[in-house]
């Protein structure tokens, strides 16, 4: 696919009701506690496979709507997968664009700290911040961000929690799956391709990545990529022509695989599951 074609996803704010069906997978509402191509960012699916894992990670649901202050306005994505330690940090996986501008450079505050995050329904109170992220090298970089949540503090809105979180690869053909803020059910399609390259327009470095034909929409980036076998990855960007709702033709959208976000996030999290 031509470079010009790719866009990340991020989504603008957007509040949707839960819908569930027999033999489909429920998107759920949780409420706060108080314990990419074209980047698919905003700013101001075929049959649906079922899901046998559940879990408990409850702080921050696959496909739930998190937002970011960057640049005087807030934007958003989609969780992707919760994560823990053993020391008992509580994390999620997301898109690592969602912390960059146009051009790849990385936000952060004039002190120096990282970026915190904020539920849709609360831009007051921080909940997690970025943790950790690659940095571009040797013309690569892996798009994907650890956010750490603060004690006591979750994420609410809607998302799943149903959703296989064993690692596994994958191979051309095989069912794709997304969860993300801008579906109410899961959105699937196959896997096209393996172990591609892909340049996002603006950014200086080049991406590993999966393409599949799920559609992913504004504010699915981050978004977790599965099958009813388990967990493949982190989606990252979709087709400007055919990724928006209501439009005709074929999607294409690309994924980080899951054994690339955590080869590269154990290096600093030797602990870390999902």
């Known amino acids: ?52 894992a559940e879990t408990d ?36 996986i997301t898109a690592g664009h ?6 790849g450079r990385h936000y952060i505050h004039t002190d120096g700290t990282a970026l915190d995050i904020y539920a849709p329904s609360d831009h007051n109170t921080p909940i997690g911040f970025e943790k950790t992220y690659p940095i571009g090298k040797d013309g690569w970089y892996t798009d ?6 603060y004690p006591g503090m979750t994420l609410d809105g809607y998302g799943w929690k149903h959703i296989p979180d064993n690692p596994i690869t994958s191979d ?11 579906h109410s059910k899961p959105n699937c399609g196959v896997v096209t391709e393996t172990n591609t390259e892909l340049t996002i327009t603006g950014f200086p470095w080049s991406t590993a990545v999966t393409r599949a034909s799920y559609c992913s929409h504004p504010g ?11 967990a493949l990855g982190i989606t990252v960007t979709g ?13 294409s959208s690309t994924y980080i695989t899951i054994s690339r976000v955590l080869t590269f996030l154990r290096r600093f999290h030797p602990t870390l599951s999902i």
Not at 61 to 85: E, H, L, M, N, R
Not at 98 to 103: G, T, V
Request: contains cysteine; proline residues 6%; aromatic residues 10%.
């Open 172 to 182: 051309v053909g095989d069912t794709a799956c997304l969860v993300g803020q801008n």
């Open 1 to 52: 696919m031509p470079d010009a074609l790719l866009r990340p996803v991020f989504g603008a704010t957007n509040g949707r009701s839960s819908t569930s069906r027999r033999g489909t997978l429920k998107r759920y509402l949780a409420r706060a506690t108080s314990i990419a191509a074209v980047l698919l960012v905003a700013i101001p699916l075929l049959g649906t496979p079922e899901a046998d």
């Open 144 to 149: 994907i961000s650890l956010v750490k949540m």
């Open 220 to 230: 699915d980036s981050g978004g977790a990529v599965y099958n009813r076998n388990g």
């Open 57 to 92: 990670a409850d702080w921050a649901w696959p496909g739930t709507q998190f937002d970011i202050y960057a640049d005087g306005s807030f934007k958003s994505c989609s969780v992707g997968y919760p994560a823990w330690d053993a020391s008992g940090n509580r994390y999620f």
């Open 98 to 103: 969602c912390f960059r501008d146009d051009s």
């Open 239 to 251: 087709s400007s022509e055919h990724n928006e709702p209501g439009t005709p033709g074929a999607c």
